[in-house]
């Protein structure tokens, strides 16, 4: 679809992501956590943080950092346990303040959406007015902040989002998506992630400025097709709808064990409940996939996947759990103890055509 | 224990409230029926736990005393048995159980009666009268909708919210959805709860056919029902309903008007070739002109009608399960419907033409994504 400057400034988007959303949630809970350094994870030694509060974060702890190091990093950071149901729960309520608004919703995670609001349920025109009333109604039922960023598409509302955080609103308007992006460093951009922002870097590219003077040809050649994205966000354009119904590519459950694991028993014994996981959303949303993937984690950190595939989609959770067991017993012994264990099933029905598929009320 | 009893009048009874006996019961115990004599009144309780029904039935006796009979084993033999006065001798010690026919006796090994489950006892409710046939239709109107994924307890049974304007009746397996509000039934205070589709199963078999004032009671964790001689306590689903008031699209520009009856055995027709998993159907909609298609690609099967209708809006094609369509279409009783729809991926509303004052009904059903919309 070729964007004309009509056709590109016509939608209003927003995205909206929750502040330091789970650490966030145990300081509202539990007053003794405020304005301390809060990681949600395991404490033990084996945890991932899954989340920092602000004033962890200033120590340099990031979530999806080993608890170790977080320890390292601040010696009095204080970890609590996570509670999903929580977490969900305010999810849940977030999302029904979205929904009085548009029903197209595309959730990325528990804590962080883009809405379309070109056209609204409540016939706002304006789509910072919309962003403000939702901050200001999460706020009053959740008692917890969000920062929103708006514009006329996905990555702009998204870096806008990311601005001014916490409890930040940015506004990008038609026009200035460009001069926006050009000042910004390439890793700052949803969809470069650390390995591409290095290869950028040797490249001499460092900002959306230096982006934007490679031509599509280059990128392309350095990038694949990806570079035809790149080319595009440099110039604050990305064509990219609002999906309600986001596909999935896979569904997984992994878990790192509080002690390694050395007997295929013990092995077996840990698999079982990720194959349940696994299984239990595949009924829930009767998608099914063709592929069982198992993961083992070494203690040395050495990832071993291996996967196996069936011509059609398993709906039987019998196969699954037979592929899977097959799987771990043709590489045990493992080289080396194991730490964590993850079954994830890929090549899911809805990633083929999309014709047939029942839509499913948005609750 | 002893008292006489009508083989007849028994057998009814027990046959009105048997629906809650499972025949695997989490405790043996609940494979029996509960008696209690009390002069001449026989009290039978059945339960499953979650739902406990009761009745009472008039005998000949002079008695008092408790015993839990077999419920299979004393059906059968009831349903055996011609019409006559029958009598039970029961032995409170060993828990034996005679019953005296004029063909002759039958011993049960009945259990002891301290074991069976206490009903919950239902007091400070808010309570609601209702005619049978305005629950009996809201129950019938709704229930088919509901969800058997017991991953969404909430779906799994009926949202009742009851107002001081009317009742609205919602259920839904995110698939479809109903909403049946009438203004015959209302309560001096608002009030809502989930019932489980088993008991409203339960409660609809076993609703007089003639019409009756029937008793609601509610509280934050049963709802009390009572009419005639049964009575029947059910325990609440306690979760949080789906906000479906926000799940029904309100600006629907496309409106199609169509002959109920004459839609339905169309899509009846038009099912049998369309693909056996998704039951997908198509309906291509042009000004006053509906075709609703299907085809099976494994089986190169494929059909094609062409119905006369009224049709408001910009052309468009929609894809529906037929299994869905033509459920709703069956529970509904008026001449004419409207269909409302907005877009190929978004909710369409079934909506009867001709509905009573009283009544207020809406359905709703999501669409299967066509080919040709991505």
Known sequence: ?363 | MKFVVSSSVLLKQLSAINGVVSTNPIVPILENFLFKLEGNTLTVTASDLQTVMITEIEVEAGDKGAIAVPAKLLLDTLRGLPEQPITFNVDEETFGTEIVSDNGRYKLSGENPIDFPKTPSVNRGQSVELSSASLATAISNTIFATSTDDLRPAMTGVFVQIGTENATFVATDGHRLVRYRRSDIKSSSDTSMIIQRKALNLLKSCLPSEDMVVKAEFTSSNAFFSFGNIRMICRLIDERFPDYENAIPTNNPNTLTINRAEMLNSLKRISIYSNRTTHQVRLKMTLNDLSISAEDLDYSNEANERLMCEYNGDDMEIGFNAKFLIEILSNLTCKNVTFELSAPNRAGLIIPVEQEDYEDILMLVMPVMLNTYA
């Open chain 1, 1 to 363: 679809m070729e964007a004309g400057p009509d056709k590109e400034y016509s939608r209003k988007i927003i995205h909206i992501d929750m502040d330091a959303f789970f650490a966030s949630v145990e300081q509202r809970d539990n007053p003794e956590l405020r304005g301390k350094p809060v990681a949600v994870g395991g404490g033990s030694e084996r945890g991932v943080v899954a989340a920092a509060s602000y004033e962890a974060r200033r120590y340099g702890v990031r979530s999806a950092m080993s608890s170790r190091i977080a320890k390292r990093k601040c010696p009095h950071l204080i970890f609590v346990k996570h509670r999903f149901e929580v977490y969900k729960y305010v999810s849940g309520q977030i999302r029904e303040i979205f929904a009085e608004y548009t029903p197209l919703i595309e959730p990325l995670s528990l804590d962080e959406a883009y809405l379309d609001v070109t056209e609204n349920l409540k016939g706002m025109r304006s789509a910072t007015h919309i962003a403000q009333e939702i901050k200001y109604k999460i706020k009053k039922a959740t008692s917890l902040t969000a920062s929103a960023g708006v514009s006329y598409n996905k990555f702009l509302a998204k870096l806008a989002s990311d601005h001014r955080k916490p409890d930040g609103l940015f506004v990008v308007k038609p026009g200035e998506g460009e001069a926006f992006v050009a000042n910004l460093p390439v890793e700052q951009f949803h969809g470069i992630g650390r390995v591409t922002a290095e290869r950028m870097h040797q490249l001499g590219i460092r900002t959306g400025l230096d982006l934007r003077a490679q031509t599509e040809d280059f990128l392309r050649k350095h990038f694949g097709k990806a570079g035809g994205h790149y080319y595009k966000i440099s110039r604050g354009q990305d064509d990219r709808p609002v999906e309600p119904d986001r596909v999935r590519k896979s569904v997984g459950s992994e878990n790192t064990f509080e002690r390694d694991l050395e007997t295929l028993a013990e092995m077996q014994l840990g698999l079982a409940p990720l194959i349940d996981d696994v299984w239990k959303w595949c009924e829930r949303t009767r998608i099914f996939g063709r592929t069982v993937t198992v993961k083992i984690k070494l203690n040395d950190f050495q990832n071993l996947t291996r996967s196996r595939s069936s011509l059609l989609p398993i709906k039987d959770y019998a196969f699954i759990e037979q592929m899977a067991y097959d799987l771990l017993e043709e590489n045990f012994p493992t080289p080396r103890p194991v730490r964590l264990l993850g079954v994830s099933i890929s090549n899911l029905e809805d990633t083929q055509p999309y014709e047939g598929k029942q839509l499913t009320l948005n609750f």
